[in-house]
């Protein structure tokens, strides 16, 4: 292998020379890897807690569902049972039954005869023209 030059040959000759230093030297004192250990790793760590735990477990399965979606679900609840039934149907459910009242009332002053209509515009008419004579 001596007879091939130093750029081809498979181990580089300053290797037999200068040894645990060419051997730090070629894997750039491990810079890299401890950069890995050192920096990235507790990151990769950190950010898949974060990830995890407090974006996932957290924010959508805790935060979003229970605080969120459980308000509007409750406020929608009390909306609907409390002012949508409790007030606005019952005003219209208390109108609807004065009107029958009413309407079963006024039901015994219909008899389907015109003179009993003529004698009621007759008497308001009377009404009306005393009020204004009096006033």
């Known amino acids: 292998m001596q007879?091939?030059?130093a750029v081809?040959?498979?181990?580089?000759?300053l290797r037999a020379i200068i040894g645990p230093i060419?051997?730090?030297?070629?894997n750039k004192w491990w810079v890299d890897e401890l950069y890995w250990?050192?920096?990235l790793n507790p990151y990769i760590v950190l950010s898949r807690f974060l990830a995890?735990?407090?974006?996932?477990?957290?924010?959508?399965d805790w935060f979003h569902e229970v605080v969120i979606v459980g308000?509007?679900?409750?406020l929608c609840r009390m909306l609907s049972v409390r002012i949508d039934l409790g007030g606005i149907d019952a005003l219209a459910n208390g109108l609807a039954t004065a009107t029958q009242g009413?309407?079963?009332?006024l039901r015994r002053v219909e008899t389907g005869y015109v003179r009993n209509y003529a004698l009621?515009?007759?008497?308001?008419?009377v009404i009306i023209l005393g009020y204004l004579i009096l006033r």
Request: proline share 8%.
């Open 52 to 60: 995890d735990v407090i974006d996932v477990r957290f924010w959508h």
């Open 37 to 39: 250990t050192i920096f």
């Open 120 to 125: 009621a515009v007759f008497f308001g008419a």
């Open 102 to 105: 009413l309407a079963a009332r």
């Open 8 to 13: 081809k040959r498979p181990d580089d000759p």
């Open 22 to 26: 060419f051997t730090a030297l070629e």
């Open 3 to 5: 007879s091939l030059p």
């Open 71 to 74: 308000g509007y679900n409750a």
